[in-house]
């Protein structure tokens, strides 16, 4: 596609339901990576994809967290028994691998997960 | 000990004017690379300008010029000729070889008419 899309762009659930958080990255990216950003601070790391595999997956906060990338294209964050204080924006970004283009990040517009 | 530091929460400039945003950085890798992503306020990340280690000039684009200072681990982002529609937040970021991106807290510049 065009931009790195992600869906939904609005979560609104319940503390203790599952949610998974979709990102569809521009075409021929074989980078992916997830961020979570809480209001009025910097993307925080979570996991980071080189094709299908997960390259490091260090900044998963703990096991409910969980991301796949199947096909390495397409990739999806489950959040299981979500707690209020997973409540953030959650970015996507792609990138190519390999020379300079490799630098350069393009996010998407975010899912902003709200946990009552 | 922080990756990235960026000191200053807000900011305002007159339009027209230039403005330098600070960034400091924490590395002890020799193959790095620095970045500065805008973000309007609807939450879009926009790469702005792009930085390597072994760079021997300071990287520029456009109205954006990166001040460059290895021995101080110092990235500053320089906008000249600020316009209304600088008005974002301002996130400077750095990676270390083929790794992931880390960003700083940000810095909100608010540009005056």
């Known amino acids: 596609g065009a931009g790195v899309s992600q869906t939904p762009s609005n979560k609104v659930t319940e503390k203790g339901k599952y949610v ?3 990102c569809d990255p521009i075409s021929g990216h074989t980078a992916l990576y997830w961020y979570r950003q809480s209001l009025g601070q910097g993307p ?3 996991i980071y994809f080189q094709g299908t595999g997960a390259a490091d997956d260090s900044g998963l906060p703990n096991d409910r967290f969980f991301a796949v990338r199947p096909e390495g294209s397409v990739s999806t964050l489950k959040i299981q028994r979500t707690e209020r204080g997973d409540s953030a924006v959650y970015l996507c970004a792609s990138s190519r691998t ?6 350069v990040l393009t996010f998407g517009a975010g899912s902003r997960l709200t946990v009552l | 000990a922080q ?3 960026q000191t200053q929460p807000g900011m305002f400039v007159q339009e027209k004017e230039a403005v330098t945003l600070d960034c400091t950085y924490d590395t002890s890798d020799p193959s790095y690379g620095l970045f500065w992503y805008k973000q309007p306020s609807s939450g879009e990340m ?3 300008i792009y930085q390597g280690s072994y760079d021997q000039q300071n990287a520029t684009e456009g109205r954006y010029s990166l001040n460059f200072q290895k021995a101080r681990k110092s990235a500053n ?3 000249s000729a600020s316009q209304l529609g600088d008005s974002a937040m301002y996130f400077c970021a750095m ?8 960003f700083g807290s940000g810095t909100k510049l608010n540009v005056k008419p």
């Open chain 2, 46 to 48: 926009i790469f702005l």
């Open chain 1, 44 to 46: 925080e790391f979570l």
């Open chain 2, 77 to 79: 982002l320089v906008i």
């Open chain 2, 3 to 5: 990756k990235i530091t």
């Open chain 1, 98 to 103: 390999g020379g300079a283009e490799a630098n």
């Open chain 1, 20 to 22: 998974e958080l979709r």
């Open chain 2, 95 to 102: 990676r270390e070889r083929m790794g992931k991106f880390y």
